[in-house]
């Protein structure tokens, strides 16, 4: 059961979350893909599809647990292989992965995430918890949050209960007086219930809720957490 008195700070998932982040990233592969045609044709002709790409950016995740917090140099390095096995040169890894990059911050917010973040940022310090590599100031969504904690930054991935403690500690309070909102059962509800914060599950698929310990509020969309915090 939520506890609106002891919420003095609020920490937000990103993907999945404030934007729906498969058709984002479809939408990025694809224009890699289509930059590799032009620059990198050997690679492109190998890996003949963005799913191709995927596949090798997915090995390659189970090849290099090392980079399994930092998304980017997972996806620039599966670019660089992927070069190098077609006999490309392996220095268009980051202007490719660049091109990707770009791309994949033109998200698509859920229409209810701007009113939401309004609503919220006049009321809470806001702080973002994500395990990918969303840049805020990219998509013009800085201003809303007061700091931005990332795994590839901290270099540890929720649902590490310090990951959420850093995301109290750029708030100024303690993770008790944070309420932590996202998608994910496992990586934002699980994860910061265990780091002592509470948790709000946006179920926007209506899914069943899985686990034994329960989330402190479920939610089908932000507006519902904006009316619960009036």
Request: net charge negative.
């Amino acid at each position: 059961m939520l506890n609106l008195e002891r919420i003095r700070a609020i920490s937000l998932d990103l993907d999945d979350t404030l934007w729906p982040i498969w058709p984002t990233i479809e939408r990025a592969e694809k224009v890699l893909h289509s930059w590799l045609e032009i620059n990198a044709p050997m690679t492109a002709a190998m890996f003949s599809t963005p799913r191709a790409l995927r596949e090798i950016r997915d090995a390659m995740g189970q090849q290099r647990p090392d980079l399994a917090h930092d998304l980017t140099a997972l996806r620039r390095e599966s670019i660089r292989v992927a070069l190098c096995s077609a006999g490309d040169d392996p220095g268009l890894a980051e202007p490719a992965f660049e091109f990707f990059f770009a791309e994949r911050h033109n998200v698509t917010l859920f229409p209810d995430a701007l009113p939401a973040l309004e609503f919220l940022a006049a009321r809470y310090p806001l702080v973002s918890i994500s395990n990918g590599n969303a840049e805020l100031a990219r998509m013009g969504l800085a201003p809303f949050f007061v700091a931005s904690v990332a795994a590839l930054k901290v270099g540890l991935a929720k649902p590490d209960p310090r990951i959420f403690h850093a995301a109290a500690g750029a708030a100024g309070v303690l993770p008790q007086e944070v309420l932590h909102v996202g998608d994910d059962v496992l990586l934002d509800v699980l994860g910061a219930r265990d780091s002592g914060m509470q948790a709000a599950w946006l179920n926007r698929a209506q899914a069943l809720w899985p686990h034994a310990e329960t989330p402190d509020l479920e939610l089908a969309s932000l507006s519902e957490l904006c009316d619960a915090l009036k």
